[in-house]
């Protein structure tokens, strides 16, 4: 059975396309690298209201949490870190979720 996370990301008004640019450079990534990760899909939200920046949601889907752990320490997942830190992109702390499926389908 998988481990699936869900991460919602509220980044800076200022800071809303280096948070795009990060999360898709880490989305290649884990592409190309990750061999336990079967599913990173990035979205952005599209209703934010009131001027605040939109939501970033990354779904996530590994074999096991070996391969989450993998995740966490490779040397993109570190930089992102490291750049949210360092330039506070961030307006709130990361929402992670870990999940287990309880519906639904993904494609027909």
């Known amino acids: 059975m998988g481990f699936e996370v869900i991460a919602n990301i509220f980044p800076n008004a200022d800071k ?14 884990v592409h190309a690298n990750e061999k336990g990760c079967s599913r990173y899909q990035v979205y952005e939200q599209t209703n934010a209201e009131g001027g605040n920046p939109p939501q970033f949601v990354v779904v996530e889907e590994y074999d096991d949490k070996a391969a989450f752990g993998h995740h966490l320490s490779t040397q993109e997942f570190r930089d992102l870190g490291a750049a949210v830190q360092k330039e506070n ?19 027909r």
């Open 89 to 107: 992109l961030l307006a709130q702390p990361l929402d992670v979720k870990f999940c287990n499926k309880v519906g639904g389908f993904l494609s």
């Open 16 to 29: 809303v396309d280096t948070v795009r640019s990060g999360l898709e450079s880490l989305a290649k990534a």
